[in-house]
């Protein structure tokens, strides 16, 4: 196994039950792979509530709140603001518009995405956006919001990432990076290094060679090997480019990186 510097896995559901029971058994198998933080978002209110308590008991593991495009509705705004106080919040999501899946009407999605953008704004936290078959709708939403953040497991073309970009947004890449026939390798060569953040998205989107299993937070090394591969950069120096931004955009100040 390639020894790794220390890697933040950014969007990972360790309160999703497929780590209901192996969480502990999980995170170190985690750590032992150099993935020494995690950021845990959630989905709706009770998987935002678990995330804040996973968070609370390890030191680098920190908990996004939000409900995601599927789930949006049955927002509640006055449960949200309920929990958001804690302080391993970091930011909010998984927040967005999925016009792929269409689980909630589009015009909940787009109100419900409006308001958790307006919070995150007077919050001045950051978010976490999913976005499927929505790119164009999400962006020109999101450029009402003075707010900042990442479009995580992006998958899209050169120009959708100049998109993101463009808004000042972090790309967040994950497994299908190490997907064969995928086009993300050369797409990936196009964002500037500060502005990727690596993620698992576990427990899906397995990356190879273990597509068809649970993902978990461990296998981010796979990403990152064929992130440093696909940019011919070496491990350290990339790893350290990858905590840096981080830390930057979730606002961590932490001892367990330098
Ligand atoms: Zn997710």
């Known amino acids: ?25 999980t995170i170190e198998r985690a750590k032992e792979m150099g993935v020494i933080g995690v950021i845990i978002p959630g989905w709706d209110y009770e ?3 678990s995330a804040i308590e996973i968070s609370r008991r390890y030191e680098n593991i920190y908990a996004a709140v939000g ?35 269409n689980l909630s009407p589009v015009e909940t999605q787009k109100t ?35 707010v900042k953040g990442v479009f995580h497991a992006f998958t899209g073309s050169e120009e959708d990432a100049k998109e993101i970009l463009e808004l000042g947004f ?25 502005r990727i953040l690596l993620e698992t998205d576990a427990p899906y989107i397995t990356p190879h060679p273990h597509r068809g299993k649970r993902n978990e937070p461990a296998y981010l090394v796979y990403v990152f090997n064929k992130l440093c591969d696909v940019l011919g950069l070496p491990h350290a120096e990339l790893g350290k480019i990858l905590i840096k931004n ?10 367990g990186t330098h």
């Open 246 to 255: 981080t830390l930057e955009v979730f606002r961590i100040e932490t001892e």
């Open 170 to 194: 972090y790309v967040g890449i994950g497994g299908v990076l190490t997907f064969k026939n995928a086009r993300l390798p050369e797409v990936v060569k196009s964002i500037p290094l500060d």
């Open 47 to 49: 998987s935002s509530v």
């Open 112 to 146: 419900v995405f409006r308001r958790q953008l307006r919070i995150a704004e007077e919050r001045g936290l950051p978010v976490i956006i999913h976005t499927r078959e929505a790119l164009e709708q999400t962006v020109e939403i999101v450029k009402g919001f003075n």
């Open 67 to 101: 409900f995601h495009p599927h789930d949006s509705k049955n927002y509640d705004e006055e449960k949200l603001l309920s929990i958001l106080d804690h302080e391993k919040i970091v930011a909010i999501g998984e927040i967005g518009l999925d016009f792929y899946r």
């Open 1 to 25: 196994m390639v020894k790794t510097p220390l890697l933040w896995d950014t969007h990972c559901h360790l309160q999703d039950k497929h780590f209901r029971d192996d969480l502990e058994e």
